[in-house]
Structure formats: structure tokens, C-alpha cells
T-cell receptor, first 114, second 114 residues
Framework: NAGVTQTPKFRVLKTGQSMTLLCAQD?????MYWYRQDPGMGLRLIHY???????AKGEVPDGYNVSRLKKQNFLLGLESAAPSQTSVYFC?????????????FGPGTRLTVL | GEDVEQSLFLSVREGDSSVINCTYT??????LYWYKQEPGAGLQLLTY?????DMKQDQRLTVLLNKKDKHLSLRIADTQTGDSAIYFC??????????????FGAGTRLAVHP
């Protein structure tokens, strides 16, 4: 049981390049999330998905797109990277049990846009 | 609006108690959470408290909740160097469509020194 995995772990892009971050979970969770973490700002929700084939915008969706073609995978795309997208990106999946929400996080992807 | 606030840094001596404080805004949050992020890793659920409780103890951890003041605290007894991490307070917030999300504070970086 690997939990939540993310690839790649690190990436450096030039402004205008594109890339896709992959998140995979093997816990059969319905809900998945993409966050970005910036110093002093905590985690901000980019996009989320409540099930296979569904996605929705979070707090800071501009410049990102997502897809959830398979339940276990949640992809985050940057079509034209900008320096403001330099951040650490975390994926999470959610389990709700007896009313308690537990989010399980991946190890993160550190992205630098030059 | 939705907001969770925490102080950014705390430094303690090994063996002392650490107290990390948090204020939140949404009094309808059923549960409140503490997550821990170790260096280079994603967040992990540390503990949570039901909103009808005012205290929860779990080994070295004590969570105190003051609903009137919307204040949550995490006390770590006998703090060890392995407790050095960033601690995030989180409450439940609403998403469109009746779904919910976690709203995280900016995180408190705990440094434990000998």
C-alpha cells in the first residue's frame, strides 16, 4: 500500500513551458485535491475532484488544468508556466470515516519556473 | 470569511512543553485538525478534536478548544528533536455543490534545541 505518490519530485521549467504533475493513490478514495504551498501562506487549494470524471476549481485555479480520467489518478497541468507558479505542489486524497475527514498527502513536487 | 491564523515560529528546549496556538473563523466546523509536516514531506494528520469537546489527550499531545473565542491549541509534552516540524491547524470550509474542504493555517514551524 503506497498511499499517495507524486511524480516528479523536482522540476525546473522555463517560462512558457508546459508540464504535467501526476498524482496516484491506491486507497480507492473518491476525493482528491491539488494544493500549492508557498512560504508563510499555508496550503491553497488549486483544483479538486469528488470522483472519477469530475473536477472543480479551488481557490487559485488560474494557470492550471486538471483531469481525473481514472479514480486513482489526478493530473495537474501547467500549459504555459510562469515564475509565479514556482511552488511546492501537494496532492491529497480524502477519507471520511465517522464524520472525520482525513486527508492523505503525497510527498510533494518542488517546481521552479525560471 | 474563512481564515485560520497561527504564529509562524516557535522555539523550545528539548524536554520542555510546546504550545502551538491557532484561531479560526468558522464556528460550524464539526471537527478541527492538527497536521504535521516533517522536512521534505507531505502533511500527516496528527490529531483532531470534535467541536463539542474542549479537550482531547493523546499520549504527549493535548488539544484544547475554546469555542467561544474560536481558539485551538496543541500542547506537546516533553518535546523531542523529532518533534521539529511545521504544524498546521485546519478547519472545515465549504465548497460549491455541498462539498467541503480543509482550510489550513500558514503553519507554525517548531524548532527544538538541546
Amino acid at each position: 500500500n503506497a498511499g499517495v505518490t507524486q511524480t516528479p519530485k523536482f522540476r525546473v521549467l522555463k517560462t512558457g513551458q508546459s508540464m504535467t504533475l501526476l498524482c496516484a493513490q491506491d486507497m480507492n478514495h473518491e476525493y482528491m485535491y491539488w494544493y500549492r504551498q508557498d512560504p508563510g501562506m499555508g496550503l491553497r487549494l488549486i483544483h479538486y475532484s469528488v470522483g472519477e470524471g469530475t473536477t472543480a476549481k479551488g481557490e487559485v485555479p488560474d494557470g492550471y488544468n486538471v483531469s481525473r480520467l481514472k479514480k486513482q489518478n489526478f493530473l495537474l497541468g501547467l500549459e504555459s508556466a510562469a515564475p509565479s507558479q514556482t511552488s511546492v505542489y501537494f496532492c491529497a486524497s480524502r477519507l471520511r470515516l465517522a464524520g472525520v475527514d482525513t486527508q492523505y498527502f503525497g510527498p510533494g513536487t518542488r517546481l521552479t519556473v525560471l | 470569511g474563512e481564515d485560520v491564523e497561527q504564529s509562524l515560529f516557535l522555539s523550545v528546549r528539548e524536554g520542555d512543553s510546546s504550545v502551538i496556538n491557532c484561531t479560526y473563523t468558522d464556528s460550524s466546523s464539526t471537527y478541527l485538525y492538527w497536521y504535521k509536516q516533517e522536512p521534505g514531506a507531505g502533511l500527516q494528520l496528527l490529531t483532531y478534536i470534535f467541536s463539542n469537546m474542549d479537550m482531547k489527550q493523546d499520549q504527549r499531545l493535548t488539544v484544547l478548544l475554546n469555542k467561544k473565542d474560536k481558539h485551538l491549541s496543541l500542547r506537546i509534552a516533553d518535546t523531542q528533536t523529532g518533534d521539529s516540524a511545521i504544524y498546521f491547524c485546519a478547519e472545515i470550509g465549504a465548497l460549491s455543490g455541498g462539498y467541503n474542504k480543509l482550510i489550513f493555517g500558514a503553519g507554525t514551524r517548531l524548532a527544538v534545541h538541546p
